[in-house]
C-alpha cells in the first residue's frame, strides 16, 4: 500500500476534521494517509516523516537539496498544498528524481473572494469605520462604491479570470494585464487586455494574481505606484516580494494611493515593527486567502487524487518538474 504524509495545518478541530476525512479518502483509493503537521517548520521531522512515505503534501516552508537528497529513496511526490512553489527548489528536485505537483484551482474561488473582499473593504473604507466604532467613535467617512469602476486584474489565469466572473456583478470594466495572454479566454470573458502601465494609470482598483519570480519581484515598485489615480486601491492575495513594502508604505502615507488589501507579505508572520500596521489606509490579514473549509477540503482531496495518479503511473499536468523522471 503506498503512503503519503501530509504536512499542511495546525492541530485546531477545524483540521483535525480534515485530516480524519482525508485519510478516509485515501484509504478508498487504497492509500494509507498519514497527517504529521509540523508547527514550527522542523526540517529534520520533515525528512524523518518522509523517509517513510512514497509521497507528501508539503506546506509554504523551503524545500530543496538538503530536504531531496535524504528522502529520494522513499519519496517520488511532493505535492504543493496550494499554488505557489517559489521556496521549492525544482531543479534539485529533478536531480533527486522527485516530482513535485501543485493544487492549481483548487482554491480558485477562496482567493478570488478573498480579493474582492479586500477590495470592497478598501474602497468602502470598512476597516477605518469598524477601528473607529470599537473605540466609541461614531464617525463617518466618505468611501467610494466599487459599481461601475475600473478593474485592474494583473495576472489573468484561475483567479484573475475567477475574479473577473465575480466582478461582473458590480459592471466593472475589467482590464487584465498578463505576461503571457489567453486572448481567447479573455475575449469570451469579455475583458481588456491591455498593459502593464494601463492597468495602473486607469484602474480604480487592482489586484494581483501573478506568481513570484524574479521577474515579479518588486513588480510594483516606487515608480509603478505613481502611475497609480490617487483615489486607487491595490490588493494582494499572490506572494509578499510581488510588492515592495517600503514603497507601498510611503505610497499609503502620502496618500499617493487610497488604500490597499494586504494578504501576503514578505516575510511571514508579518513583524509587529512593520510601519503598515500604523496606516489606517492599509487592510492586513495573515495570509487566509484560501482559508475556506470548502477551498481546504479541494486541496486535500486534490492533493490525494494527484498522489493516486502517480503512483499508478499516470501522468498529471499538474507536475512542476517534468524533467524528474530522467533521473527517478
Same mark, same amino acid.
Not at 47 to 55: C, F, G, K
Not at 136 to 147: A, C, P, S
Given at each position: ?41 522542523? #526540517? ?7 523517509? @517513510? ?15 531531496? %537528497? ?19 527548489? $525544482? ?83 475589467? $482590464? ?26 486607469? %484602474? ?10 524574479? !521577474? ?6 516606487? !515608480?509603478?505606484?505613481? $502611475? ?7 490588493? @494582494? ?16 502615507? %502620502? ?12 516575510? #511571514? ?19 487566509? %486567502? ?39
Amino acid at each position: 500500500m503506498k503512503k503519503i504524509v501530509s504536512f499542511f495545518g495546525d492541530k485546531t478541530e477545524v483540521f483535525c476534521c480534515l485530516n480524519r476525512k482525508a485519510e478516509e479518502y485515501a484509504a478508498s483509493l487504497g492509500i494509507e494517509y498519514r497527517w504529521a503537521p509540523q508547527l514550527p517548520f522542523s #526540517e529534520e521531522n520533515v525528512i524523518r516523516e518522509l523517509q @517513510n512515505a512514497d509521497a507528501g503534501i508539503i506546506d509554504i516552508e523551503p524545500y530543496g537539496e538538503s530536504v531531496f %537528497s535524504q528522502v529520494k529513496d522513499s519519496t517520488k511526490l511532493m505535492v504543493r498544498f496550494g499554488v505557489g512553489f517559489d521556496k521549492v527548489d $525544482l531543479k534539485a528536485a529533478s536531480r533527486n528524481g522527485i516530482a513535485i505537483a501543485r493544487t492549481t484551482g483548487a482554491n480558485t474561488t477562496a482567493v478570488a473572494e478573498m480579493a474582492l473582499t479586500l477590495m470592497l473593504t478598501c474602497r468602502r473604507r470598512m476597516n477605518l469605520y469598524q477601528a473607529r466604532t470599537r473605540a466609541g467613535e461614531w464617525v463617518k467617512d466618505i468611501g467610494n462604491e466599487l459599481i461601475g469602476s475600473t478593474v485592474g486584474i494583473i495576472g489573468y489565469g484561475n483567479i484573475g479570470r475567477r475574479l473577473a466572473k465575480l466582478l461582473k456583478g458590480f459592471d466593472c470594466r475589467i $482590464l487584465a494585464y498578463d505576461p503571457f495572454p489567453n486572448e481567447e479566454a479573455a475575449k469570451a470573458d469579455g475583458v481588456e487586455l491591455v498593459a502593464l502601465e494601463e492597468i495602473l494609470t486607469q %484602474s480604480d482598483a487592482i489586484s494581483i494574481h501573478v506568481p513570484y519570480t524574479k !521577474e515579479t519581484h518588486h513588480m510594483i515598485n516606487r !515608480e509603478t505606484l505613481t $502611475l497609480m489615480k490617487p483615489t486607487a486601491v491595490i490588493v @494582494n492575495t499572490a506572494r509578499g516580494n510581488i510588492i515592495d513594502e517600503d514603497a507601498l508604505y510611503q505610497a499609503l502615507k %502620502s496618500g499617493q494611493i487610497a488604500g490597499a488589501g494586504v494578504d501576503v507579505f514578505a516575510a #511571514e508572520p508579518l513583524s509587529v515593527e512593520s510601519p503598515l500596521l500604523t496606516l489606517e489606509n492599509a487592510v492586513l490579514t495573515p495570509h487566509v %486567502s484560501s482559508q475556506t473549509m470548502e477551498s481546504l477540503w479541494n486541496i486535500y482531496k486534490m492533493a490525494i487524487d494527484i498522489s493516486a495518479d502517480f503512483f499508478a503511473g499516470k501522468g498529471s499536468p499538474h507536475i512542476l518538474n517534468p524533467d524528474y523522471i530522467e533521473n527517478k
